[in-house]
């Protein structure tokens, strides 16, 4: 388990550098590319979710392919979720026509607005990048060889920082372009990890044992099975992100302070959370592999292990954010920005409130992951949308209209996830799991 997981914890730790380092930097450009960062990166990614969703799925594909014995049928699942993939990467494109209706009604202060639909439409048009390279990984993780995915995301990260810094500032002789250059830069470092991966997987050892080029690319029924399992598992992407999104947006409603703290809360609590999906694509890999193999036991060992793991981590980071949050807010606390100043200490509590929920979000990452590793991808559709839907959008949109208030939309939230992380524990308890599969028998 601690081979699998640990290099794709350094992955996704190396996406939520990215992320970090976005907000860390436009925070030093201008109080407005702050705001803005992450209603317009959260929006875009909430387009790319439902592909990423859909064709990532080939994980599993490749996880029970794997554990089946099955080698040669793992170049063709990549090439499937491929083409999904680039078919995503047109439709989130051509969501960039939109940007200024959907961001004027999102509500914010206009100078944010025009921050917002700079930043949306380059991360769109360079979205192909980021959907293919999520599904072209999958020929390593779903194999339980996750250091590859690590090295191709670290490189991406790496060089997302060094863009950020020569194209937000003008540094390195290049002009000055504010949050555009941080779009440009997140999508490039997307662009040239894909590359590397393709480059990666037609070697031609990988050709010879997993038909990663095959003679015929598209196969029908693999495509459909693959979009049968597949599409649940993106819809509820995509619509848990909305709602997370419909969220930011309600207290964005509360005036730029709010917004700008909230902004800098979820850009730290995203250094405890994709750690975290890092060890709960480890339980969706390992059990994918126990059901291809027809071995329940290593599946339910590696969710224990996988849990533990990752409620220790959780523990860590909360305690961080309690007794020291200051010390990381540091990072966004510099003279000149009235709305930040103001937003420090609202980001400070926002943090406990992060803290309150991450036990059960930690059950409901691991937990969720696990069921969806074996096929169990309509059963998490459903929960997470009604889940989503009437313990958080409901609630908020209420609160919103009737009696605005911070902290009392943040308590919705935590009650939403502590109530999610019990329900895919319980589904995960029921055993259902057990008996499913995606690939062919």
């Known amino acids: 388990m601690v081979r699998v997981a640990f290099p794709l914890v350094m992955a996704t730790s190396g996406h939520a550098l990215r992320l970090f380092a976005d907000r860390v930097m436009l925070s030093h450009f201008s109080e407005d590319a702050i705001g803005a960062s992450m209603p317009a990166g959260l929006t875009c990614f909430t387009f790319m979710s439902f592909f990423i969703g859909m064709a990532g799925y080939t994980n599993t594909f490749v996880a029970q392919y794997t554990g089946a014995g099955e080698r040669k049928r793992v170049g063709l699942a990549i090439w499937q979720g491929i083409w999904v993939a680039l078919f995503g990467g047109v439709v989130v494109a051509a969501m960039g026509s939109f940007a200024e209706p959907i961001f004027r009604w999102m509500g914010h202060?206009?100078?944010?607005?025009?921050?917002?639909?700079?930043?949306?439409?380059?991360?769109?048009?360079?979205?192909?990048?980021?959907?293919?390279?999520?599904?072209?990984?999958?020929?390593?993780?779903?194999?339980?060889?996750?250091?590859?995915?690590?090295?191709?995301?670290?490189?991406?990260?790496?060089?997302?920082?060094?863009?950020?810094?020569?194209?937000?500032?003008?540094?390195?002789?290049?002009?000055?372009?504010?949050?555009?250059?941080?779009?440009?830069?997140?999508?490039?470092?997307?662009?040239?990890?894909?590359?590397?991966?393709?480059?990666?997987?037609?070697?031609?050892?990988?050709?010879?044992?997993?038909?990663?080029?095959?003679?015929?690319?598209?196969?029908?029924?693999?495509?459909?099975?693959?979009?049968?399992?597949?599409?649940?598992?993106?819809?509820?992407?995509?619509?848990?992100?909305?709602?997370?999104?419909?969220?930011?947006?309600?207290?964005?409603?509360?005036?730029?302070?709010?917004?700008?703290?909230?902004?800098?809360?979820?850009?730290?609590?995203?250094?405890?959370?994709?750690?975290?999906?890092?060890?709960?694509?480890?339980?969706?890999?390992?059990?994918?592999?126990?059901?291809?193999?027809?071995?329940?036991?290593?599946?339910?060992?590696?969710?224990?292990n996988t849990l533990g793991l990752a409620l220790a981590y959780s523990v860590t980071i909360g305690t961080i954010f309690v007794v020291s949050p200051h010390t990381m807010l540091a990072l966004f606390d510099h003279a000149g920005d009235a709305a930040e100043i103001k937003a420090l200490p609202i980001?400070?509590?926002?943090?406990?409130?992060?803290?309150?929920?991450?036990?059960?979000?930690?059950?409901?990452?691991?937990?969720?992951?696990?069921?969806?590793?074996?096929?169990?991808?309509?059963?998490?559709?459903?929960?997470?949308?009604?889940?989503?839907?009437l313990t958080l959008v409901l609630p908020c949109y209420l609160i919103m209209r009737y009696r605005p208030r911070v902290w009392t939309m943040w308590s919705v939230f935590v009650l939403h996830v502590v109530i999610a992380g019990l329900v895919f524990a319980w589904r995960y308890r029921t055993g259902k799991w057990q008996s499913m599969r995606v690939i062919e028998e």
């Open 109 to 304: 202060a206009p100078a944010i607005q025009v921050e917002q639909v700079k930043y949306f439409r380059i991360l769109s048009k360079l979205s192909w990048a980021g959907i293919a390279l999520s599904t072209v990984n999958s020929f390593w993780s779903g194999r339980g060889k996750t250091r590859v995915v690590m090295v191709i995301e670290l490189s991406c990260a790496a060089l997302n920082i060094l863009m950020n810094y020569a194209l937000i500032f003008g540094n390195f002789g290049l002009p000055r372009l504010g949050i555009v250059g941080a779009g440009l830069a997140t999508g490039l470092s997307s662009v040239a990890g894909l590359a590397m991966a393709g480059v990666l997987l037609l070697r031609r050892d990988n050709r010879r044992e997993f038909g990663t080029l095959p003679r015929h690319l598209f196969d029908a029924a693999l495509l459909k099975r693959l979009l049968r399992f597949g599409f649940p598992n993106g819809l509820q992407f995509a619509l848990d992100l909305i709602a997370f999104n419909l969220f930011i947006v309600f207290l964005g409603r509360l005036g730029k302070p709010v917004l700008v703290a909230t902004n800098i809360a979820f850009a730290l609590n995203a250094l405890a959370f994709l750690p975290i999906i890092g060890l709960g694509m480890t339980a969706s890999i390992l059990v994918g592999q126990g059901i291809g193999a027809r071995d329940i036991p290593l599946a339910q060992r590696a969710v224990r």
């Open 347 to 389: 980001a400070a509590t926002s943090l406990r409130f992060i803290t309150a929920y991450l036990l059960f979000d930690t059950l409901y990452v691991v937990y969720s992951h696990a069921i969806k590793g074996a096929g169990d991808t309509r059963f998490a559709m459903v929960a997470g949308t009604l889940l989503s839907w």
